[in-house]
């Protein structure tokens, strides 16, 4: 789908991805709805944007709030064309010392949030005959890191949810498309939920916000079923499914948790 003229909403659209999409979809023409929890930070990204963004204060974890996101923009720009369930929490903890109000937290936004915007959505772009559903994941989604295990788990419930509605819409005319970005330069290891600890080691520096807004804008364009940031994301998944227990020793080796 073209995004130009079209009406994208991008949660979690303050800082990171979401604010490095909205960037890229409104230079392509479209006409974005940014969501997010923090109003100022909404209001200052709008005004560096081309065209008359839609600024909608959304926290996505909270069904009323999301559903009158949905709501909103079709108020106020008549449809919805394209959904990018980006917004999600950082959560960093060793398995055995994860709490479950942190892992709770995870998936409000980065699961029941997706789920409450496609559900206000879908009903939508039934009548539209029409609609892109991008859904926001990781590649850690399938191969978990260590110490990111709750994150992994609300990076993997979202696929498993995006898998079941691609096949649930099949003739509808919406499209649904699985985005797993690789590590990406963001504030998620300074604002991540957990103990508040570091690893030793950390992955490499991965690609800036920008590079996987350009991945979002030709899912968009393209609608993929599943679209990968770099060749490496890919290569680093069909390593991990041929050789498993190789792949779980190199992490094993290369992560170590401090309790300094």
Known sequence: MDPKDKVVIITGASSGIGAAAARAFAAAGAQVALAARSTDVLEQLAAELPGQPLIVPTDVSDAGQARRLVEHTVAERGR???????????????????????????????????????????PLMRT????????????????????????????????????????????????????????????????????????????????????????????????????????GDRLRLVFAAMAPTLTERALAWSFSWSDE
Request: glycine share 10%; proline share 5%; with cysteine.
């Open 128 to 231: 539209q005959h029409c609609g892109q559903i991008i859904n926001v994941s990781s590649v850690i989604g399938v191969q978990a890191l260590p110490y990111l295990g709750g994150y992994a788990a609300t990076k993997a419930a979202l696929d498993r949810l995006t898998d079941a509605l691609r096949i649930e819409l099949l003739g509808s005319g919406i499209v649904v498309t699985l985005v797993r970005p690789g590590t990406t330069r963001t504030d998620f290891r300074a604002r991540r939920l957990g103990q508040g600890r570091e690893q030793r080691r950390m992955a490499p520096a991965g690609v800036t916000p920008d590079v996987v807004a350009q991945t979002l804008l030709r899912a968009a364009r393209r609608e993929p079923r599943v679209a990968y940031v770099t060749l």
């Open 80 to 122: 919805v064309d394209i959904l990018i369930n980006n917004a999600g929490v950082g959560l960093s903890s060793p398995v055995e010392k994860l709490n479950p109000a942190d892992l709770d937290q995870a998936l409000a936004v980065g699961l029941f949030g997706p789920l409450y915007t496609i559900q206000a959505a879908v």
